[in-house]
């Protein structure tokens, strides 16, 4: 009976993963306007299986450090009470953080779920600190300032190498049903990276601005110069939600291996699909966080967002390191809107506050999970 729930409740994890993850790879695909919402979690649904798929190959580092040991004493990581109290208090604290439209780490939950189910079964010594702080904290910490910096590095590269190309750029304005171009002064150096503002325009009675967006202009080797950056950002998007499944997955994976019926394929299985049918459903709210609320950006600041928490991701999934994807995205984004002046702060520092309070809240309610179902137990 525990063995079905404790399957029951990882697969609430990988759905209440999926809602609040699935999006964060293509946020800059529908945030700059590539792609409408439903190409965009379509892809991401698409290539973030396809990453959970090949994490049983890359990434068996992941679900051996998230099975718990080495956290706390293996007799309570045999345990599937254990297990089964980590994933509602995971599960429980993102799907709460996806209805708040919060775009918060389930790496952080699972992370949360682990200390406050140890320091209840083994009190809070029995909780490896050494290797708390060597194997998960240092890693959640530094990844997002290194995201920050990357994204920041690529960026510049990129529009030093645009400058270098001398491809102008132009804003496209909708005034009612009517488009209108409008050219952008160029660059005068390629250090110039602050976004211009958009001049004033002279509108007749009645008219009003319904959208606005950067475009490039312009061929490089014959091929429209737009259209490189766009299929460059599309494949850049499935990059990031591909590293999201290769990262996340085997994480989720880990609260099945004491389910004897299920096969490591079967186990993999299950996480990919219910991750995807979460990110499917429930997608929504964290998808205007991410896309809008954190920086404006054209389709080159977000390819080189995209690239930098690729390449960020994809490396730590494969030598074992627990980095957040949440984390990663969202510093890449960050560094970028400060290199154009256009970071929101405020966005910001509300989504680094509920990063903060993500693992006590998981702990605590994993805590609680835990004394249920011992209580329950010894009733039965």
Known sequence: MIAFLLLVAAAFVAFSNGANDNFKGVATIYGSGTASYQTSITWATITTFAGSVTSMFLAQALLMKFSGKGLVPDAFTGSESFLLAVAIGAGLTVILATRLGFPISTTHSILGALIGTGAVVSGVHGVNLSALGKGFVTPLLLSP?????????????FHSIRWLLRLPKEWCICVGCEERVVAMPGSTSMLAMRALPMPALTLAAGETVSSCCERYTGAIAGVDAQKIVDAGHFLSAGVVSFARGLNDAPKIAALLLLVKFLTPATEVAIVAVTMALGGLLFARRVAETMSHQITRMNPGQAFSSNLSSGILVILAST??????????????LFGIGLTTGQANIKTVAGIVFSWMITLPCAAAIAALAYFTIIHLHVLS
């Open 319 to 332: 030598i074992g390191l627990p980095v957040s994807t949440t984390h990663v995205t969202v510093g890449s």
């Open 145 to 157: 300032l290194i995201a920050v910096v990357l994204g920041a590095l690529l960026y510049a590269l």
